[in-house]
């Protein structure tokens, strides 16, 4: 879905309410709903993540995952909750890790968010990491993001 709709069609809805009070209100409008845009995306976005946070805390199989690409918003299922091994209690390997105090804080903050001890992100983080195909390097100059236009 696309966020803009949504914004569009406040903006739309303001500026019909604005002709109730002539052209000067609906110029105000028009120029408030084109300072605003930004924030209420922002503000939807928000919305849309703690909808995640809190399916997401449910104690069920399937998580959701909210991915933003540009302007296109997308809630994606994903049937993994738990690696493999975590469900079934077959954690018993150690690794003993030393890492700055600000990234232990990061991490910690990351698991808290997502509902799960620190131990489950980071089993699952590592999990996800290790299932990934190894990409081939590239060489020479490449650009890697987003545009917009």
Same mark, same amino acid.
């Given at each position: ?22 052209? !000067? ?56 909750? !738990? ?47 290790? !299932? ?18």
């Amino acid at each position: 879905m696309l966020i803009s709709h949504f914004v569009e069609g406040v903006a739309e809805e303001f500026e019909s309410l604005a002709e109730l009070g002539g052209e !000067e209100l609906v110029a105000a409008v028009r120029r408030l709903s084109a300072a605003s845009s930004s924030v209420l995306a922002t503000q939807l976005l928000g919305a849309l993540n703690e909808v995640v946070a809190e399916f997401n805390a449910r104690d069920t199989a399937t998580t959701l995952e909210l991915r933003l690409a540009g302007d296109d918003v997308s809630l994606v299922p994903s049937d993994d909750r !738990e690696p493999a091994g975590e469900a079934s209690g077959e954690l018993s390997a150690r690794i003993a890790l030393r890492l700055p105090e600000d990234l232990k804080a990061r991490i910690e903050s990351l698991a808290s968010k997502s509902n799960v001890s620190t131990n489950a992100w980071i089993v699952r983080t590592l999990h996800h990491a290790t !299932e990934r195909p190894v990409s081939t390097p590239r060489t020479g100059n490449y650009l890697r993001g987003t545009g917009r236009s």
